[in-house]
């Protein structure tokens, strides 16, 4: 089945204890993104990856490292989680850039920081 | 500024009628415009995309129209039943460069 697969679905951590969800997609996929969604907000882009070894930031990028060493594969890195990252991720994939294609969302990681 | 805009109050629509959500843009020119829907705790599902150059796209009971004129579209999903009753979210690319962006969604209640 073609699908986007993020671990954990609910995590609570500490302040200041670094964490990695992870995300992982079974179709090829070129572009994945990562998206927090918040109250009032709505899905705002944290990072996105146009290809293997090729990142940039999105809106609300600070707090967060992203990596893709490998096509499929495109980990979340929180170094320092502060309570202003209570929040729910979702990590997206695209065949390519742009609104040309749909993206496919993972369930979601509901994360709280205390 | 550059936004996208949908209702944000809950749409309530009676079992078999058609419910129709807007989705208004500004300062933007897209090539594309995408619907996804979204459940209660779960990732939004893609559900339509359509072109600017096409004016209305179907699939099944969903019809998607795209105004470029007055910056809008519609998404109209008819015979509605209790089970389509999520949040929906209009997306674009903003002059079709490397990602889109969300409206922030709008509530649908079909009630039984």
């Known amino acids: 089945e073609a699908q986007v697969t993020q671990n954990p679905r609910y995590l609570i951590t500490v302040t200041g204890k670094k964490l990695t969800v992870t995300c992982s997609q079974n179709m090829n996929h070129e572009y994945m993104s990562w998206y927090r969604q918040d109250p009032g907000l709505g899905l705002r882009q944290i990072y996105y990856s146009m290809n293997v070894e090729v990142t940039d930031k999105g809106d609300v990028p600070e707090g967060y490292k992203v990596s893709r060493k490998e096509k499929r594969n495109f980990p979340l890195i929180l170094e320092s989680p502060s309570p202003n990252q209570t929040s729910l991720y979702f990590c997206?994939?695209?065949?390519?850039?742009?609104?040309?294609?749909?993206?496919?969302f993972g369930s979601g990681t509901r994360l709280t920081v205390v | 500024s550059q936004k996208i805009e949908q209702n944000s109050e809950a749409l309530n629509i009676q079992e078999g009628k058609t419910a129709t959500l807007t989705c208004n843009y500004t300062n933007y020119s897209p090539a594309y415009l995408q619907w996804y829907r979204q459940d209660p705790g779960r990732g939004p599902v893609f559900l339509l995309l359509i072109r600017e150059n096409e004016k209305e796209k179907r699939k099944e009971r969903l019809k998607v129209t795209f105004d470029t004129t007055l910056k809008q579209s519609l998404f109209h999903i008819t015979a509605s039943q209790p089970a389509d009753s999520a949040t929906y979210l209009c997306?674009?690319?903003?002059?079709?460069?490397?990602?889109?962006?969300f409206g922030k969604g709008t509530r649908l209640h079909i009630l039984p």
């Open positions: 997306a674009l690319s903003p002059s079709g460069d490397d990602k889109i962006i």
């Open positions: 997206a994939s695209s065949m390519r850039t742009g609104a040309g294609y749909g993206y496919t």
